[in-house]
């Protein structure tokens, strides 16, 4: 056991090995495919894959768990259901419930659905989670990085890290439609920041909207350019508005003046491309 007088130095060496190991698992080595899963009509059945990128043996644990979307777009666990929500939960089955796999290889995960009778028509969803789980071979044994920096003090630190997809089933008629409205320039709130344009994407209907967003700039007298782009956006039931912001990249040398910004948000092009919904802020 270490000399209490060398405690600030051992809280300091295990703070510095946590940070160091914590960096390089920023980086996502899990890749799943489709991001996110649809159940519509008569489907029944759909699967995820999931790649590992990285170098190492990774475990990863399998559940059903259920997030809403707060009105700026965080998704945040959601322990019982509001006014609204569904949840997919209690009809999804899926399999494995836990995946090991070596560096670069692959996994299937079967997800199923059973709908119970009489379910009342609207979408319901849940989020598939994956979970990471310790190291069981040691590959993060900092023990020997641990010594060097305490002497016979020893450290072993594991950082566990998750993704997880939407699972939306949706029962019967459904339909949705969105606005964009309240649009505005915040300037840059730091020098090495650019400015923001802020808006309200509004939702009416029984079922979400996902689509990708753009923003163009026309200046006077000139041709409209991109200057923000975002893919993948979505509006959850129930949430009745998201408010959002996205960064604003200018051509060099151009300035926000005069002019007029659009916005529009469409169907992906996978989904046909169709613009759901768009408005105009006319710059002074």
Wanted: proline share 7%.
């Amino acid at each position: 056991m270490p000399h209490l007088e060398n405690r600030p130095l051992i809280r300091a060496c295990v703070l510095g090995l946590l940070a160091a190991l914590l960096a390089p698992l920023a980086k996502a080595d899990l890749m799943l495919y489709p991001t996110r899963v649809e159940m519509e009509k008569n489907q029944r059945a759909t699967q995820v894959e999931l790649v590992n990128r990285g170098q190492a043996t990774e475990s990863y644990r399998v559940s059903v768990v259920n997030r809403r979307m707060t009105d700026t777009g965080q998704i945040v666990p959601a322990d019982n259901a509001e006014p609204d929500e569904r949840f997919a939960t209690d009809m999804l089955r899926y399999s494995p419930r836990q995946v090991t796999l070596k560096a670069g290889e692959s996994q299937t995960v079967r997800i199923s659905l059973r709908k119970p009778a009489g379910l009342a028509n609207g979408e319901y969803r849940s989020h598939l989670q994956f979970d990471r789980l310790p190291d069981v071979e040691g590959s993060s044994d900092l023990e020997q990085t641990a010594k060097a920096a305490s002497g016979d003090f020893a450290v072993r630190l594991t950082a566990l890290v998750g993704a997880s997809i939407p699972v939306i089933v949706r029962h019967g008629d459904t339909s949705a439609s969105v606005t964009l409205d309240t649009l505005s320039v915040e300037p840059a709130s730091q020098a090495d920041s650019p400015p923001l344009l802020a808006f309200h994407m509004n939702r009416s209907g029984n079922r979400s909207v996902y689509g990708n967003l753009l923003a163009t700039y026309t200046p006077v007298g000139g041709r409209p350019v991109d200057i923000s782009q975002v893919n993948g956006v979505a509006v959850y039931v129930p949430n009745s508005v998201r408010k959002a912001k996205l960064p604003i990249r200018l051509p060099v040398g151009m300035a926000l003046k005069g002019g007029v910004i659009q916005l529009i948000f469409s169907q992906r092009p996978e989904d046909g491309g169709k613009t759901m919904a768009q408005a105009s802020l006319a710059l002074p």
